[in-house]
């Protein structure tokens, strides 16, 4: 049933190229140029230019995917959005408008922290719009409208391909949104969907080189602490390469906004501590670089994760440089995080735990 794999995080891990396959098909139009939800979505076009506000709520890894939907629906639909912890959210007495469209995301569809900040929204008079990986399940019954991430069943606790395939849900969504409200040229999505199409074939090539990982997540096995930092776009996967690292490997680690570095944790970088640095977003190259900088002239072991095409210039100012597929700045998470996974399981392998079942974690958690 692991397919060969060791584990089934890896064989996971290995069935993204398809999750993201599966999750694109028959929303996107045959020409290529438009994105088609209204199978998932019964708003009408009226109802989505009226939305005044996003709140995007969310447990664990699901929260992290819902750190980047924020941006993709930010800088394609121009609606702001929010994004809250599922458990914080309920209790915090949120500003919820008949207006607000909130979106819950959930691989299990199960997570009772969720599903209560599901149902406080609908008591508010929300719709509720719902990314998740089971069809039928609580969340999905709940939800006024549904898209279904086609990741496949995800046995292993830390969740991978669920994640990424929620990222392939937002790229959709935030282009639908966006044809909707008139915030977006058709030649734009005409890019954007161009892009995605070719992710894939960009996973699939991250993960022949695999092995790569392997000898760098030992190094990294044997140290208690470690940093991964980067911004914008790279900060959001920044702390979900930490989680992952957190939950099956036990190794301590923070994710970093790099230009916040400064501003107090720099104290705790010291000789030979790894710092994970994630290098995609082209426009914010330059001031990425200066804080690696900052981190290197304190003894930082720095492993840099950059565009293909620029990393010689990060190899520069790094330890050690492993590249990504380009792609479009908006879309790079689909692939960085990928490095990540892979650092992750080899780290948990090292050290010898159960890579598919970390101690004192559920895959789906349905108390409060
Ligand atoms: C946690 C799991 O309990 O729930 C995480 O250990 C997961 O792996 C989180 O990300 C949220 O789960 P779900 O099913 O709501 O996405």
Redesign the pocket.
């Known amino acids: 049933e692991k397919a060969g794999f060791d584990h089934f995080m890896l064989k996971e891990i290995h069935e993204q190229p398809k999750a993201y396959r599966d999750t694109m098909m028959g929303r996107i139009g045959a020409d290529g140029k438009s994105v088609t939800l209204s199978k998932e979505i019964g708003m009408t076009t009226e109802q989505i230019r009226g939305i005044s506000r996003v709140h995007i709520v969310?447990?664990?890894?699901?929260f992290h995917a819902g750190l980047v939907g924020k941006t993709v629906i930010e800088s394609l639909a121009r609606i702001p959005v929010e994004t809250d912890v599922a458990s914080e959210y309920r209790y915090r007495s949120p500003i919820i408008t008949p207006d607000t469209l909130v979106i819950v995301?959930?691989?299990?569809?199960?997570?009772a922290d969720?599903l209560a900040a599901l149902r406080e929204a609908k008591r508010n008079g929300a719709r509720v719009l719902a990314i998740t990986n089971v069809v039928g399940s609580s969340v999905a019954r709940d939800a006024d409208d549904v898209i279904t991430t086609w990741a496949g069943p995800e046995i292993a606790?830390?969740?991978t391909k669920?994640y990424s395939s929620q990222l392939i849900a937002f790229y959709l969504l935030g282009l639908y949104l966006a044809q909707e409200r008139g915030t977006i040229e058709q030649a734009q999505v005409a890019e954007i969907v161009e892009a995605m199409h070719r992710l894939p074939d960009q996973v699939e090539s991250i993960l022949e080189q695999a092995e790569l990982y392997k000898g760098v997540a030992e190094a990294v096995s044997k140290h208690d602490n470690l940093f991964f930092i980067g911004r914008g776009l790279d900060f959001a996967v920044a702390q979900e390469g930490s989680l992952k690292l957190k939950?099956i490997s036990y190794i301590h680690s923070e994710a970093y906004a790099a230009g916040e570095l400064k501003h107090g944790t720099l104290a705790l970088i010291e000789d030979g501590i790894p710092v994970i640095a994630l290098v995609t977003q082209e426009d914010l190259y330059e001031k990425t670089l200066s804080n690696i900088k900052e981190v290197k002239a304190r003894g930082a072991h720095v492993l840099g994760i950059a565009n293909a095409g620029y990393e010689d210039e990060v190899a520069k100012s790094v330890d050690e440089t492993f590249s990504i597929p380009r792609t479009l700045p908006l879309l790079t998470p689909a692939l960085s995080v990928v490095p990540l996974q892979l650092l992750s399981y080899h780290a948990s392998l090292a050290r010898g735990n159960d890579v598919d079942k970390p101690r004192n974690?559920?895959?789906?958690?349905t108390v409060e």
């Open positions: 969310a447990c664990g890894t699901a995301v959930s691989q299990s569809g199960e997570t969720t606790v830390a969740s669920a939950e974690l559920a895959k789906s958690v």
